[in-house]
């Protein structure tokens, strides 16, 4: 949080700042501050406590920003810090551009104790329509209507209210339906790294899965 907000000094005339008060000073100081402040070397250990004390996901072009490096430095740290953390209790998870840590799936029990309940479970509909989602995306509702057959909008809500779906953008077609599919919070929940993790689907259930989806048309795309 940026100091000094809402400060006496901020309504001044711009022209008359040969006097500026030491107070007035000291409030812009923070900020200049830490644009200029020497960064430390990119190093994995530099990546761990970012991703630690972040309260969100960080895009990789943010992370680049803030370590003071390239892309591919990013792409590297975050390759060696996924395998050093692949055993403990802290795993890196990504989800396109966007990393961050969350605990160890075998952990979750415990973690459930310790906050006092059990994640709130999964009905059959809501399962159903999540892994349609997973492995289809992006998707817009109707076509997961058409490969389901009934009415999923209950169930699209409840997975978007537990962030395990999100709004990918709107599909270039009539009416600009939404298109949905999973984000970061998905691959936590199922101690998943990114999507090429996810199991690969049993033929009897692939099958008539890829036939639906061939009947509801092809997989919508964002446009752009």
């Known amino acids: 949080m940026m100091p000094g907000a809402g400060d006496d000094g901020v309504g001044e005339d711009p022209v008359d700042t040969a006097d500026e008060s030491p107070v007035d000073a000291a409030d812009e100081s923070p900020v200049d501050a830490a644009d200029e402040s020497p960064v430390p070397a990119a190093t994995e250990a530099i990546l761990e ?76 509909s809501a399962l159903e329509t999540l892994a349609i989602v997973a492995y289809r ?6 076509v997961v209507e058409r490969i389901r057959g009934v009415d999923s909008d209950y169930a699209l809500r409840s997975l978007a209210h537990r962030r395990l779906v999100v709004d990918l953008g709107r599909a270039d077609a009539p009416g600009r339906p939404i298109l949905y599919g999973t984000g970061i919070d998905f691959l936590a929940r199922f101690g998943l790294s990114t999507l090429d993790d996810l199991p690969p689907l ?15 048309g092809p997989a919508p795309t964002a446009p752009g």
Do not use: N, W
């Not at 996901?57 to 920003?65: G, K």
């Not at 995306?137 to 109707?142: C, D, E, L, W």
């Not at 049993?202 to 061939?214: K, S, V």
């Open 137 to 142: 995306q992006p998707v817009t509702k109707a």
């Open 49 to 124: 406590a970012l991703l630690f004390v972040a309260d969100r996901p960080l895009d990789r072009a943010d992370i680049a920003r803030l370590m003071a490096c390239d892309r591919a430095a990013v792409d590297a740290l975050v390759g060696d810090l996924e395998v050093s953390l692949a055993s403990r209790g802290i795993r890196v998870i990504a989800a396109g551009d966007h990393v961050a840590l969350a605990t160890a799936p075998d952990a979750g029990p415990v973690i459930a104790r310790y906050v006092g309940a059990e994640p709130g479970r999964l009905s059959p």
């Open 202 to 216: 049993e033929a009897d259930t692939a099958g008539p899965l890829a036939d639906l989806a061939d009947a509801a």
